[in-house]
């Protein structure tokens, strides 16, 4: 089983090398064909893990003195994730495929094998993530993620493109901080860079751990105050905005707190605290600024950072004794990387169409787009939270976890009451905003609209039904 979880690993980064030395119109399906391979290994896994009884278990793979510099834990948690964010890359690649071609209006590019080499180095990377078992591991894995972010947000090489990268990785490398923090303290209590040497922490060492965790994670979830350099990194090619930055990167935050948690047993009060208000306060700040929006992308960013302000929040409240809460906040992880990349695609075949992601610009597409449209649509009620797409179970999952945590901490129930506003106004905002662009007459643009290839069309019929059809899964699979 680990063998094949390796190979999963080290495919992509195989893939990558091979892409730059290809001829270059064959670099894309490179790209397609080690993401299939990289998802194909991981579903197997997956499929052994069942077979085996469900037995989560970690194995050293790098060691130097008898200390484990890096290993993998498969368990529920780690296949969860990393089979979400290895199908939305699979389907992103078979996206890129239409995307990257002169037959973009916004953006006509060819798709130059960079591309397609930052795309695959962080599918290796983020899989590597999401099974490491170590801090030293995530964080090598997380300065990596970094990279490829600037390289794929700089990509059209414009000011706004360059200064966009520069900014993502000076924010994320300062939240890389929080890690090297975690793992000298963590090495100096136990002697080793473990993540199950977390539970044998106590005081306020433990805590130092969690809080350098967390910040880490603020950084590369784009949290208040950490957040700046997401709107920024819009200027990337919209599948790169589709993976990177809602599928998978933002998610690499969210998870290493899920895991340090998991990991630590007891939790410390003023961690859980700490996580929930701040979380509370990124979403009031990100729905304020849903509504001065005019770009799709840029309301997409903010929707965003909310959505993941939400995990951070059912997080945090899980560790006041509500396991609701924690499974749900996996389970948004889970359900929040199909529909919001779902979403930038959608915007991504509106702008390839169109030429503009300007919203005023965009009416009526449901006549000229119809699957598209329908995308949207299935999106914008995903975000608003409308049964039965997939976020709306883990969200109500959510506000259930907040309101057992509150039964034995009722400051908590405050919290939670705003972020029940918070998801009425954005239900009622996304329904505002899905009917002024999907109905009516077409606009000029919209009248205008050149065909969506097949690739790109195939993706996002693929991630619709999945935000669809796959909400109960997270809970089926974590009990």
């Known amino acids: 089983m680990m063998t094949v979880l390796i190979a999963g690993i080290l495919i992509p980064f195989l893939g990558a090398a091979v892409s730059l030395i290809v001829p270059q119109r064959l670099a894309r399906y490179i790209c397609v064909l080690s993401a299939s391979l990289s998802i194909a290994a991981i579903s197997l896994v997956l499929v052994l893990f069942i077979i085996e009884g469900r037995h989560g278990f970690t194995e050293s793979i790098v060691t130097v003195d008898g200390v484990s510099i890096w290993g993998a834990t498969i368990d529920n948690l780690s296949l969860l994730i990393g089979f979400a964010v290895g199908l939305v890359a699979l389907f992103v690649c078979i996206y890129s495929l239409g995307y990257m071609s002169l037959d973009n209006v916004e953006h006509p590019d060819h798709g130059r094998p960079r591309y397609f080499f930052f795309m695959q180095v962080f599918i290796g990377a983020m899989t590597g993530l999401v099974f490491s078992s170590t801090v030293t591991g995530q964080l090598f894995f997380f300065e990596i993620t970094g990279a490829c972010s600037w390289g794929l947000i700089g990509y059209y090489e414009s000011a706004e493109a360059l200064g966009g990268a520069a900014k993502a990785l000076i924010v994320t490398h300062i939240a890389s901080l929080g890690l090297y923090l975690a793992a000298a303290t963590l090495f100096a209590n136990t002697g080793s860079f473990s993540l199950s040497a977390l539970s044998a922490l106590s005081g306020p060492a433990k805590t130092v751990v969690l809080f350098g965790i967390l910040f880490a994670g603020w950084g590369k979830s784009a949290q208040f105050p950490m957040h700046i350099w997401l709107p920024h990194a819009m200027e990337a090619p919209t599948p790169v905005s589709a993976y990177l930055h809602a599928g998978s990167m933002v998610n690499i935050g969210v998870y290493i707190f899920a895991r340090a948690i998991l990991s630590a047993g007891s939790v410390p009060h003023l961690v859980g605290a700490v996580g929930a208000v701040m979380a ?175 690739s790109m069309t195939a993706a996002i019929v693929a991630l619709a039904a999945l935000t669809l059809c796959s909400g109960f899964v997270p809970f089926a699979w974590l009990g």
């Open 280 to 454: 509370t306060v990124t979403l009031v700040y990100a729905f304020v600024l849903y509504f001065p929006q005019k770009d799709l992308k840029g309301l997409l960013v903010y929707s965003t950072i909310a959505q993941l302000a939400y995990v951070f929040l059912a997080l945090s409240l899980s560790t006041f004794g509500s396991p609701l809460a924690f499974a749900a906040g996996v389970a948004h992880i889970f359900n929040h990387a199909f529909a919001k990349s779902l979403f930038f695609l959608v915007a991504g075949s509106l702008s390839f169409s169109t030429g503009t992601r300007q919203m005023p610009l965009l009416r009526g597409i449901l006549t000229r787009l119809p699957i598209v449209a329908t995308g949207f649509a299935v999106a914008a009620f995903a975000i608003a939270g409308v049964p039965p797409t997939d976020l709306f179970f883990s969200e109500f999952g959510i506000f259930a976890g907040g309101f057992e945590a509150s039964r034995f901490y009722l400051p908590l129930l405050i919290l939670v009451i705003i972020a029940i506003a918070e998801a009425v106004g954005t239900f009622a905002w996304f329904l505002k905003k899905s009917g002024e662009i999907v109905l009516g007459s077409p606009s000029a643009a919209v009248a205008a609209a050149k065909p969506v290839p097949i």
